[in-house]
């Protein structure tokens, strides 16, 4: 007798991603197992190693891609724009399209943050984004020192926008919440009393 094949379900990359966001919020990132992620989700553990490498993949699946992305974001911005403003304008366009693609941002967040091994994770991540950028930077024609200078302030600033927008993705875009971020930083440092202060526009 031969013996039906399996159907193939095109949700079962979603299915195991919400079983294992709704695992983390409950119990733990550090409590789960890929078992009780594929239990959740009722599929096979084989079916898991289809989708994701291991359970951190669930959350960071695809963001090896960004520091390429972001890198040639700035390269492609108009040459007429300054440094830091084309490294803004990358940001904006590739976060618009990052938040397009991203669902359950608000949860993944949140379970980043009550992890140190994914905390540690998500900063390896930025640290990588903010070197790729730097060498675009350079590429650009930005001193060595001002580029990595720049390409870490805009890595903060593409953090604390996606903070912003994880908590008002409802009624805020993306774009607006970077502008926000941007605008914050340019008005504290323009308060504070820096001798020899040197436009960030630069």
Known sequence: MIMPMPRWDP??????REAALELYLEHGYE??????????AGLTRRTFSRYFTD???VLFAGS????????D???QADPELSPLDALLTALADTGELLVDRLSHAAQRRAI??????LRERERTKFAAVAEAVAGALQQRGTAPSRAALFAEVGVAIFQAAFERWTQHSEDTGFSAC?????TDLASSLAAADIPGRVPLSG
């Open 31 to 40: 409590n789960v197992t890929v078992t009780e992620i594929t239990e959740r």
């Open 178 to 182: 970077l502008q926000e971020a941007a």
């Open 55 to 57: 359970k951190r993949d």
């Open 112 to 117: 980043i943050s009550a992890s140190p091994e």
């Open 64 to 71: 090896e891609q960004l520091p390429a992305v972001l890198a």
């Open 11 to 16: 949700r079962a990359k979603d299915r195991l």
């Open 73 to 75: 974001a700035v390269r």
